[in-house]
């Protein structure tokens, strides 16, 4: 497999795929709760990801898939050595469904569980985060870097409070936005923890955590923010794991140090 091939190949499906969310983004939405009604599914998040399903498979059949909607009707998520493609198709869909302009297409590919590729592209403010293992991150082709910030006082921190809303997890949650918010700098909850890890590799954010998240949401962010010069690994400080739904994400591993120490640890369940 010649990645600068796929890469290209992929680039362009998701301009295409993104050329219709931003068509549909001010539009009415048929919508279908999930899991409860702020877990939420629309025909553009189906339609999304079997263009870029299909448009995959006609150049690479062997290829594997992790993508969100076949795993919400019930397909195993299962992250092997095979070339597999991690898809979110509309990351902030509640965001998509009320019109507010900070959805995205986020990608990645990863063979041997190692990420080769990945994009994330919010088509509403023409923003196309990309990044290659090895060659930098990028913003609209432009390079880009994290902030390097490392003083917990001084962050700008990202977050979400997820699509559940189970006692013990929004207990946590609260637990720690009260704690952050009175030691660091500000608060920032874009609705895509795609675009919220994107922040963070922009310089735009200096750390972003959250608990309860699925290797979708967060397989392009991770390279993304490694090859901006950032650090991603588990919110108790241990590496990350992309299907453990915790993610914590930061300029420098000195501020990720800080905030491991302040956070109160949520372990997901598989379904939470």
């Known amino acids: 497999m010649d990645l600068d091939e796929c890469y290209d190949h992929v680039l362009a499906l998701v301009g295409s795929a993104g050329s219709l969310i931003a068509a549909r983004n001010s539009e009415r939405k048929r919508v279908v709760e999930k899991s409860s009604n702020i ?5 553009t998040d189906q339609q999304v990801e079997r263009m870029l399903m299909d448009g995959i498979k006609a150049k690479y059949p062997d290829h594997r898939f992790i993508g969100e909607e076949e795993t919400s009707e019930g397909k195993k998520a299962e992250l092997t050595d095979a070339p597999t493609w991690i898809i979110d198709p509309v990351d902030g869909t509640m965001n998509f469904v009320h019109s507010f302009p900070h959805s995205c297409i986020s990608i990645a590919l990863l063979v041997e569980k190692r990420a080769e590729i990945a994009i994330i592209y919010n088509p509403i403010v ?15 082709e432009q390079p880009i870097r994290v902030s390097g910030e490392t003083r917990l006082a001084y962050a700008l921190a990202t977050t979400e409070f997820g699509t559940s809303r189970e006692e013990e997890k929004t207990t946590v949650v609260l637990e ?6 009175r030691k660091v700098h500000g608060m920032r909850s874009l609705g895509s923890a795609a675009l919220n890890m994107a922040m963070v590799a922009l310089g735009g954010a200096d750390f972003n955590y959250e608990f309860g998240i699925h290797a979708w949401d967060i397989a392009a962010g991770d390279l993304l923010v490694r090859e901006a010069g950032g650090v991603c690994l588990d919110p108790a400080g241990g590496p990350l794991d992309l299907m453990s739904r915790r993610v914590l994400c930061a300029s420098t591993q000195q501020l990720a140090d800080q905030v491991v120490a302040e956070l109160t640890q949520y372990y997901p369940q598989p379904r939470d």
Request: hydrophobic share 40%.
């Open 39 to 43: 877990d939420l599914l629309t025909e």
């Open 176 to 181: 720690n936005i009260g704690k952050l918010i």
């Open 126 to 140: 023409g923003q196309k985060f990309t990044a290659r293992r090895g060659a930098g991150a990028f913003l609209n």
